[in-house]
């Protein structure tokens, strides 16, 4: 069964940091590229990162947190980490894992990580 599990959110003023923790189970991590999404209240949920490795040129971060968050995959471990430095009140969000953003089908979501940036 797969299970992506996230972890690391939490409450933190404008301008903190957070490092989002997703530990994937269930399937062969390594043949998958993993994304990082979020879901504002009343907003659609959107990709902002993915990564294949660590080697440069393989990951991907959308504009709106280029610079701020990074995206990375210790090799070896069914893990990946999010490091969000920063952080603005609009980053307020749950934030989810899953196979890459626009990928034909997404393994069954996991619950998220709550992340509240307060101004």
């Known amino acids: 069964e797969v299970q992506l599990v996230e972890s690391g959110g939490g409450l933190v003023q404008a301008g903190g940091s957070l490092r989002l923790s997703c530990a994937a189970s269930g399937f062969t991590f390594d043949d998958y590229v993993i994304g990082w999404f979020r879901q504002a209240p009343g907003q659609e949920r959107e990709g902002i990162s993915c990564?294949?490795?660590?080697?440069?040129?393989?990951?991907f971060v959308e504009d709106s947190v280029k610079g701020r968050f990074t995206i990375s995959r210790p090799s070896g471990a069914n893990t990946v980490f999010l490091q969000m430095n920063s952080l603005k009140p609009e980053d307020t969000a749950v934030y989810f894992c899953?196979?890459?953003?626009?990928?034909?089908?997404?393994?069954?979501w996991g619950q998220g990580t709550q992340v509240t940036v307060s101004s």
């Open positions: 899953n196979r890459a953003p626009g990928t034909s089908y997404f393994f069954t």
């Open positions: 990564i294949i490795s660590n080697s440069a040129g393989s990951a």
